[in-house]
């Protein structure tokens, strides 16, 4: 599992410590990120590299954006132990990506990112790519190696059917497990808040339960096959995924 958090977020979770007098440790604030810590140490929960406030990239200077990753990388590491490396996953605040964005990323250190299937890929590259199998593979656009969320399975995360996953999202699920070519990855998207709801957060474990008893369907993070850490020809060994270079061209917001 991806999880994306500003150090303003991480900082706020900090501050939220509960008096132990009044016997509600769940709402313990540095004791919950205390379980993320220790979800990060154990290879659990990737975090994906961030901003210090998810300030917008194309409304500011690269010396800027250099100088905030870094201030966010140090508290990243004090309340996570975590440190980004090559393999991180840059998550660009608010997806607002452009030519002079994928530039920035750059600069800060990162050779992936995280792009939208219909906003990005569709206007950039056409219709046909975003929802083929372009749209589930690693793609290299203006020299940064680009993961694509993908908007239409998304809409499925919180749906069950027969105990398991939606039929549309199984069929997808099933396409790509069959397909000559396996080095493709379904990435789906939530916000924090969407699992303030039970019944959303329910049927998001019952889906994740029903992949977990269907091993043609493997749960990674994005950094594990950045690292070239995934299985893709079923050797039991780490593979090295294709790249589709895209090409260096102006992209617009």
């Excluded at 508290?75 to 996570?80: D, N, Q, S």
């Excluded at 090559?86 to 452009?98: I, K, Q």
């Excluded at 600069?107 to 569709?122: A, C, E, N, P, V």
Aim: proline content about 4%.
């Amino acid at each position: 599992v991806n999880l994306h958090i500003t150090p303003t977020l991480a900082s706020a979770i900090e501050w939220a410590k509960v008096d132990p007098a009044t016997n509600r440790p769940w709402l313990d604030g540095p004791s919950f990120n205390d379980q993320i810590a220790e979800l990060i140490r154990t290879n659990v929960v990737y975090l994906l590299g961030s901003t210090f406030s998810d300030h917008l990239l194309p409304y500011f200077t690269s010396s800027f954006n250099v100088d905030n990753a870094s201030l966010a990388n140090e508290f990243l590491h004090e309340i996570y132990g975590f440190t980004p490396n090559t393999n991180s996953v840059f998550w660009t605040p608010e997806r607002v990506l452009d030519s002079d964005v994928l530039t920035k990323i750059q600069s800060l250190g990162y050779r992936y990112t995280l792009i939208d299937q219909m906003t990005h890929m569709f206007f950039w590259l056409g219709r046909n790519t975003a929802l083929g199998d372009g749209g589930y593979r690693i793609n290299k656009i203006n020299d940064v190696n680009c993961f694509i969320m993908d908007d239409g399975p998304t809409g499925y995360r919180f749906t069950n059917q027969d105990g398991g996953l939606n039929t549309s999202l199984r069929n997808l699920m099933n396409r790509k497990a069959r397909s000559g070519t396996q080095d493709q990855v379904v990435t789906l998207f939530s916000n924090w808040e969407d699992f303030g709801t039970k019944s959303q957060a329910d049927a998001y474990d019952v889906n994740l339960i029903w992949i977990a008893n269907h091993p043609w369907v493997e749960m990674v993070s994005l950094e594990q096959i950045a690292a070239g850490q995934v299985d893709k020809t079923g050797d039991g060994v780490g593979d090295s995924w294709y790249v589709e270079d895209r090409g260096s061209s102006t992209r617009s917001k």
